[in-house]
């Protein structure tokens, strides 16, 4: 009976839809012009912008048995604000297209809403939504585009390892890969009884957003988000950099686990490190590849593209 | 046996996909850092930019059985530079999200990233991709975040039509929606056969880009771009400026017909009007309506947010 009073997408129309959710998205401070025109104005003080984009579709990227609307809000934010991070910038502003069935209940897409709202306002507080689309389909699709300012800074690229700098992370290592085995496993309810923390991690990702700014401001020399798992994403920094980048002895769950968004990069020796980033290796001479305790880490290493395709450009 | 030779994203992966699609895509003279990081890095050269994002999905935005993906490619870029152009800006770069099913043939996206390349270089030569993201979906598609440099001037708006000011178009008016119509009545082959112009505009729209910076130079007051039919966009712009827009007589497909992507400009009485630009009408004292040979169009012309619900946030 509760869902007969829950109006959906089609019974409400368009006008109506964005008359609920306008209110809950979050404001940013670069916005110049907001949502209602052709398009946004957004400020970018020192003339450069940073910009990345990231879909999420329901199945391969998310799932409803598991994910709350509210978490996936927060996670759509969430990946793409680490992204800017990684280059050592503010985040300022989000666009956010969505598509999803026209019998979807509206207060999916509000609560969606207060998900970019809490993770705008909990990673990079003075970030909002500028604008967006809003278009029906089959299957839950979400594109959230993200830009960031980098006041004055050079961003700090995947390709500037230098041999002896010291490799390091900050935020958590196979976490939510963890969280995610437990989902699939035991169902959301039960998984959140046995590791609400890991559970929660890959519902809600916590990436160290200021930190990206510090490591930058710390001379940062490379610097990328940990999406795909720590060997595969570190392999990715070695090959940019022509190093091989030599790790600690990590555990499997470390090496493998995608989706902590934890931050990989790589310091002078010997310079002071922002505090939250953690030694966790070195670059050494090589071409392209990731040591672990002194041997060649020859797998693929967490990532199979043919279960878990994903290919991004930038 | 033609189909068996035509890899797909699944069989080839990530990498060698992403491979195939690079060389094809425009590059872009505003890129300071392009695909590859994190994130990208873009100019702003007025420290300021204008971004705009729309969704196209297969079902109610594009179908294969009309559509090449080169077709896709064209009309996923061009609506998004209309939008840029509409704010008097200039479009620099696009951002690329796009979904497919795994088995979709890798030749399906380089002749995607084929369309794109060719759409900006004839509409806007310089704006070219500088990052993207590629996903797996049952359901193609496609999420275009486009950027553009205001070089100075103030935007132009929806909401500055002012009493006495003179209401003109650039661009064509009920073509797209008429070759919308031959697709569905007759199909692909035959519709083109019988009018190659209207199938065509529907398919790879011709927004007059360069036109959005002539009207802003010549002092438009206020803006927009014609995405779903004349009345209905036309009333926007006079709900958003509080007047009635009086236009002349015009056929049901020129009041009616949608994604044509021309451009609804009003102008000071007297002012010389940008050449491409024809008067259609006249900005009076009123509130919102739309007032055509007269008598106010009550209807909501060309548009049901039942059938063809895409609420666009901005």
């Known amino acids: 009976m509760a869902e007969a009073v829950r109006p959906t997408l089609e019974s409400l129309g368009e006008i109506a839809v964005l008359a609920r959710i306008f209110p809950r998205l979050p404001e940013s401070d670069a916005a110049l012009l907001g949502p209602g025109d052709d398009a946004a104005l957004l400020a970018a003080p020192d003339g450069r912008f940073v910009v990345t984009t990231d879909m999420l579709v329901h199945g391969p990227d998310f799932r409803w048995e598991f994910s709350e609307p509210e978490d996936l809000g927060w996670k759509a934010a969430a990946t793409n604000l680490s992204d800017v991070a990684a280059m ?5 502003a989000l666009v956010v297209a969505l598509a999803a069935p026209a019998a979807t209940p509206a207060d999916v897409l509000e609560q969606f809403a207060d998900g970019l709202r809490l993770a705008c306002a909990e990673l990079a507080p003075g970030c909002g939504v500028v604008g967006g689309d809003l278009s029906t389909s089959d299957v839950f699709t979400v594109a959230v585009t993200a830009f960031g300012d980098l006041e004055d800074r050079a961003p700090v690229r995947r390709d500037g390892a230098r041999i002896g700098d010291v490799l390091a992370v900050a935020g958590e290592l196979g976490v939510a890969s963890r969280g995610l085995r437990m989902l699939f496993e035991h ?51 070695a090959q940019a950099s022509h190093v091989d980048l030599e790790l600690d002895a990590l555990s499997d769950d470390e090496l493998r686990g995608g989706e902590d968004h934890s931050l990989l990069a790589t310091f002078p020796s010997g310079a002071p490190m922002p505090e939250g980033f953690r030694p966790i290796g070195s670059v050494v001479a090589g071409n392209g590849r990731v040591l672990v305790a002194g041997a060649p880490f020859e797998e693929l290493g967490g990532w199979d593209p043919y279960e878990q395709w994903d290919g991004k450009l930038s």
Not at 88 to 92: I, K, N, Q, S
Not at 213 to 231: C, I, N, P, Q, R
């Open 88 to 92: 050592g910038a503010t985040p300022t």
């Open 187 to 237: 169902g959301r309810d039960e998984a959140l009884r046995r590791d609400a923390h890991a559970v929660g991690r890959q519902l809600r990702p916590v990436p160290p957003i200021a930190l990206g700014v510090a490591a930058a401001e710390a001379g940062a020399t490379a610097m990328m988000d940990l999406s795909d798992g720590l060997v595969l994403d570190a392999r990715r920094l």
